[in-house]
């Protein structure tokens, strides 16, 4: 079969384009689609912008081709989203979006336009090159959309991310387990325009410091069981609490949660930062990335957060450790670090904290992302709105296994960042003390503590996706 398409041009300088497919194609179709294009060479290069997009988001087996299962795979994935956000403009449920109904759907984004505005939406028109039919969105002129309309006008035009997914399906600046290791969330155009971003970051940060404040008890056991118990020395959960609190009282189980509390601020900041700039460079003019891109995007900006405010998590564990009378805060703890120490024990344990951001943000927004889009696929009919109860098991499943993979890294760290404070103890390196570890207490000594930090999971998610909500509507946020 041969389909050729020739095209006149009225300039002499053209250039052939030739594509060849015929792996994947449908039993009936099995000898070659030739398909040829004569072009000026500023509408190739569209094309291939174009095509390139088609590729990259419907490629699965990452061969840099497309071939008919992809293709087809592609365009009903597409379609499902696009459906999702048809429902979520159609305001009055009745199948047309019409001017007002995108100028409300604006403004829920904190974006207010004119009814002239939201008009030239509608008339919007899109062509592929010069000598191609115009394709209007509204067809019929009749200033409204319809289901068709709006799936002919966009079904070709890959978007990565939805709004309204991105709205829905915050992640790391809702939920707070404690450990700021995940990778940022997105953000639409129109909250970055409009500043709702850092009002959302606001609301993660006040979030994050009452549920660490609910949760600090659990927090300051694990890192008692992973410094102190041993196959020796055991230490069980209510033994740990009991233990705390005969030698300083109950206001013991909160020691080292200022500090913890303190560190989300800058941490965060700097993170997204760090994050809309690797962006940059990485040279994506998407408005997102995607998975990959995102993980090493994320990654190296969880790098520069961890190692601009490392020295508080040190500070962190030796005031969790501390005995009744030891500091009088965190200033007198820092200048007791700095005169017995040095500046080097800021940085003690740094090593397999950076070693521990790769398997715990690669792991929980793999899982997250998983989660999320089976049930896109599965259960989203008429929004991408997951409610509150799926999005609180995706983030603690997500979690979970991030904690996991990473645990023995943190573990390790814990230590290092302690070994001055145990009388007598020895100053191991990171492969020394994981040596030490498997040989005196076996594997299970590496997920010491584990209990307690899984404990805390549950709690931490609900607490901080509550208190954000509330936050969110102090502070004006809309995002629905």
């Not at 890959?158 to 450990?179: M, R």
């Amino acid at each position: 079969m041969c389909l050729c398409l020739y095209v006149p041009v009225s300039s002499v300088d053209h250039n052939v384009f030739e594509y060849f497919e015929s792996h994947g194609l449908p039993s009936g179709t099995k000898s070659v689609l030739k398909l040829s294009l004569f072009l000026p060479l500023h509408e190739l290069m569209t094309y291939r912008k174009w095509k390139k997009k088609i590729v990259k988001a419907g490629d699965k087996d990452l061969d840099g081709q497309l071939d008919f299962e992809e293709f087809v795979h592609y365009l009903r994935d597409h379609e499902k989203k696009l459906r999702l956000v048809f429902k979520s403009l159609d305001k009055k449920n009745d199948g047309r979006i019409d001017s007002q109904e995108i100028m409300q759907s604006l403004r829920d984004l904190g974006v207010n336009i004119s009814e002239e505005q939201a008009e030239k939406i509608l008339k919007r028109i899109r062509r592929g090159h010069i000598w191609a039919p115009i394709l209007y969105m509204d067809k019929n002129g009749t200033m409204t959309i319809d289901w068709n309309e709006w799936r002919d006008y966009h079904l070709l035009h890959p978007a990565d991310n939805i709004p309204e997914i991105i709205l829905y399906w915050k992640h790391s600046t809702i939920f707070d387990v404690g450990e700021s290791l995940l990778v940022p969330d997105e953000f639409t155009a129109e909250e970055k325009k409009t500043g709702m971003l850092w009002r959302h970051l606001v609301a993660g940060g006040g979030a994050g410091a009452v549920s660490r404040t609910c949760t600090a008890p659990l927090d300051r056991l694990k890192v008692l069981m992973q410094v102190h118990s041993s196959k020796s020395n055991s230490m069980r959960m209510a033994g740990g609490f009991a233990q705390m609190i005969r030698e300083g009282g109950v206001r013991s189980l909160w020691r080292g949660n200022g500090i913890n509390v303190i560190k989300i601020a800058p941490e965060s900041a700097i993170k997204f930062m760090a994050y809309e700039q690797i962006k940059r460079l990485i040279g994506s003019n998407q408005e997102t990335l995607g998975i990959a891109e995102r993980l090493v995007a994320g990654s190296l900006a969880g790098v520069i957060a961890q190692s601009s405010i490392y020295p508080m998590e040190v500070l962190k564990t030796r005031l969790a450790l501390r005995k009744t009378g030891q500091y009088s805060g965190i200033l007198d703890c820092a200048k007791h670090i700095f005169r017995k120490e040095g500046v080097a024990a800021f940085y003690k344990g740094y090593v397999p904290n950076m070693l521990g951001i790769i398997p715990y943000a690669g792991i929980d927004l793999a899982v997250y992302e998983t989660l999320k889009n089976y049930w896109l696929q599965r259960f989203a009919t008429d929004s991408a709105d997951p409610g509150v109860f799926v999005l609180l098991a995706c983030c603690t499943t997500s979690s979970t296994c991030g904690q996991l993979s990473s645990y023995p890294l943190a573990l390790v760290r814990t230590r290092m960042q302690a070994q001055a404070t145990l009388e007598g103890g020895p100053q191991m390196s990171m492969t020394s003390l994981f040596r030490h570890i498997i040989r005196t207490e076996g594997p299970m000594g590496l997920y010491r503590g584990l209990a307690p930090n899984f404990m805390k999971v549950i709690p931490s998610v609900s607490i901080s996706y509550v208190v954000y909500e509330y936050l969110k509507i102090k502070l004006g946020v809309q995002s629905k």
